[in-house]
């Protein structure tokens, strides 16, 4: 029935989105069986299917990997150039933070997009930077790459989104600079974090704080 069909949306898309938590662990082996199963099925029972999707079963799938998925999505349908249907779904609207993104769902294979992009990890040479393993150690975030190159947090982390940028300029010998932002979006404050200097000094903004405030601490500037 109808409900049925909205479940097995969700495992599909939940099955995919495995990867992302699995990278090339052993348990990604049994993942890729398993998505290998689930795929045949909904390729069986796909025809089927298709006349019971509703806009719900769609967004509750999607909500189910990025949690700021507005509710009310008005879903479109792609069809290649003979006009036949597809499997796959796309939706604009605005999210929490005023932005306007395309969300994007396969059906068949459980793909969720962002603007163009799947859902991930934070890449290397932004855990690596001196800035983040200082403010969050070995903390990793699952994010969306949106179309200004931020990555965000797909979800509130202590009720806050976090964004990442990461500058491609540096000077020679030195990391690259890191711009980390924490998000309200319930009150619309915006915190940036502030670089303290190799050396812990928080130069020039920090002479007069203690030194065990300037170690210990992470600082942060209300935007």
Partial sequence: DFKDVGHMIQLMVLVKHGDVYLGQSAAAAGLAQLRVLCHNTMCKRLRDMNSKIMYSHLTAAVAGVLQTVPSNLSWVRHVD?????????????SDGS????????????????????????LPRDITSHPLYIRTFGSVDFEVFN????????????????????LSVTAAEGQP???VITEQDRETGQQLQLLGVGAD????????????RFKELYSHWLSR
């Fill in 146 to 165: 949106t179309d200004q190159g931020v990555l965000v947090t797909t979800r509130p982390v202590n009720g806050r989104f976090y964004e990442f940028y």
């Fill in 176 to 178: 690259s600079e890191l």
């Fill in 200 to 211: 812990n000094s928080c130069q020039p903004w920090g002479d007069q704080m203690p030194i």
């Fill in 98 to 121: 005023g932005r306007e993104h395309l969300y994007s769902i396969n059906v068949l294979d459980g793909t969720v997009l962002l603007d163009g992009f799947p859902p991930g990890r």
């Fill in 81 to 93: 150039g003979s006009s036949t249907e597809l499997s796959s779904y796309e939706a604009v609207a």
